[in-house]
């Protein structure tokens, strides 16, 4: 069933802080550095470092354009990164320190997972999908899950209602027809999400958490669902769980950019800055539109990493988008902080010259 757009700004407003003093920023030169950035998939850079590089392909051997592929760590510590396949079916993952991964390509309802051994500059793969399902596949085109078919007509239309309510901003219309639709199918899970995502507008985290656990549990190929609980569990500061339920959500519907940006929240939490900026770079490939809270969380990572340049550029995006956004003040803020930098840095370079 098609979801209104509105429904997706409920996935969270990055909320950030530029709170920090500027003597923690710094000091180091506005430019970056990038010989101590290190690998994107942890650790800085060595001899012992690969390239995975593969194709996705049919049975028969025919190229898949558009595939996720996700790399993971066999101890068991998530994705470490994720790519889509190109026109010939080709993917690469660069600077992947030596060892031991398993490959993951997803596409609708088809899977395939092989282990490869990094121990090379160049290690080579090819993932065969088996696309002989057609029937999966056209169930999973078709936005109808087996659960979903079970859904009285009478609901599905309650829920319509719902969805026209939330374009026309009558939020009290809302509520009355997803209590309408849940009253008539109580596991209806596109009406359980929405009925979560209105509890997570008004900072009920609890309520929300219990309707996406129930939209969960009613139907488990619903990535909504999924990548509605990442964004909650992120609010409730639970960053691991919240990366699970956006790893899943992604894997269910790879070409969403709600989940790339909820693990993006969570990696930022946790330090892991590197996967952060992959992630939101996943994020804005699957965007029809600019996203504020994309370019602010973004420079969030990137003052974290005391990238001051590519910060600016970000948070002047930021308020060219949204100069009227409440986390604009803080932007500014922002902004002044790293012109300071910048000048005392300039000063002090002025005082060492040898007169």
């Known amino acids: ?83 889509y396949t190109d026109r010939a079916g080709a993917f690469s993952f660069d600077m992947v320190p030596f060892g031991t991964y398993e490959l993951i390509a997803n596409r609708q309802t088809e899977s395939i997972r092989q282990q490869v051994e990094v121990r090379d500059s160049v290690s080579v793969v090819d993932l065969r999908l088996n696309t002989s399902d057609a029937n999966a596949a056209r169930s999973q085109n078709g936005l109808v899950s087996l659960a979903e078919l079970k859904v009285p007509q009478r609901a599905r239309d309650a829920y319509s209602k719902a969805e026209q309510a939330i374009a026309k901003h009558h939020p009290a219309d809302v509520s009355k027809y997803l209590e309408k639709a849940l009253d008539i199918y109580p596991n209806y899970a596109p009406a359980l999400t929405l009925r979560g995502a209105i509890s997570l507008d008004k900072d009920d985290l609890t309520a929300a958490v219990d309707d996406f656990e129930k939209a969960i549990h009613s139907d488990s190929a619903y990535a909504m669902a999924y990548g509605a609980m990442a964004a909650a569990l992120n609010r409730l500061n639970k960053f691991d769980d919240a990366l699970r339920a956006a790893e899943r959500a992604s894997s269910l519907s790879p070409n969403s950019w709600q989940p790339y940006f909820e693990m993006a929240k969570s990696y930022m939490a946790n330090a892991d800055y590197q996967r952060a900026l992959q992630q939101l770079a996943h994020a804005q490939r699957q965007m029809s539109q600019e996203y504020p809270p994309l370019h602010l969380l973004r420079a969030s990572v990137l003052l974290a990493l005391n990238d001051y340049e590519d910060a600016t550029a970000e948070l002047k995006a930021f308020l060219r988008i949204a100069p009227n956004d409440p986390h604009a003040a803080a932007a500014r803020d922002a902004l002044g902080k790293i012109a300071a930098i910048g000048a005392s840095e300039v000063a002090t370079s002025g005082t060492n010259q040898p007169r």
């Open 1 to 83: 069933m098609k979801t209104c757009a509105a429904v997706l700004l409920f996935f969270s407003t990055a909320v950030l802080s530029f709170a920090q003093d500027a003597s923690e920023w710094g000091p180091r030169p506005l430019s970056r550095d990038r010989s101590s950035m290190g690998s994107p998939f942890g650790g800085t850079l060595s001899a012992d470092i690969g390239r995975i590089s593969g194709t996705v392909v049919t049975l028969d051997g025919k190229p898949q354009q558009d595939v996720s592929v996700q790399i993971h760590d066999l101890r068991g510590s998530g994705v470490l990164a994720s790519t």
